[in-house]
């Protein structure tokens, strides 16, 4: 039983491996900027125009996660918090609605 398992942890390993390598090969820049065609690079902005890929890699997608989980109670505004706070937010809307739910169930009940 115990092979079966880490068979089944090394191919788990083995695909997740393959899908990240396949995602980076994907978003790494192949075409040159000189090739593409003026009014489709003004289309696709400024990522197209130096030569990258409109999809972040694996790479940028990990730091941008860690930039998130190292800050996740800042707060930069109305519209630029941390995850920390948008979190707290969240579980005081679920658990007011929660009580608003006992208020009226719990009467009606009875």
Known sequence: MSSLRLRAAVVS?????AFIGA??????STSAVATMNP?????????????????????DVGAKLWEHIK???????????????QLGYSIARVMLGYLL????AIPLGF
């Open 101 to 104: 739910a006992v208020l009226v």
């Open 13 to 17: 390993v083995a695909i997740f491996l």
């Open 71 to 85: 800050r996740p109670f800042y707060d930069n505004g109305p519209n630029d918090k941390g995850l920390g706070i």
């Open 23 to 28: 995602w980076h090969l994907a978003t790494r």
């Open 39 to 59: 009014e489709y690079a003004k289309l696709m902005g400024l990522n197209a125009t130096q030569g990258k890929s409109a999809m972040p890699g694996p790479l």
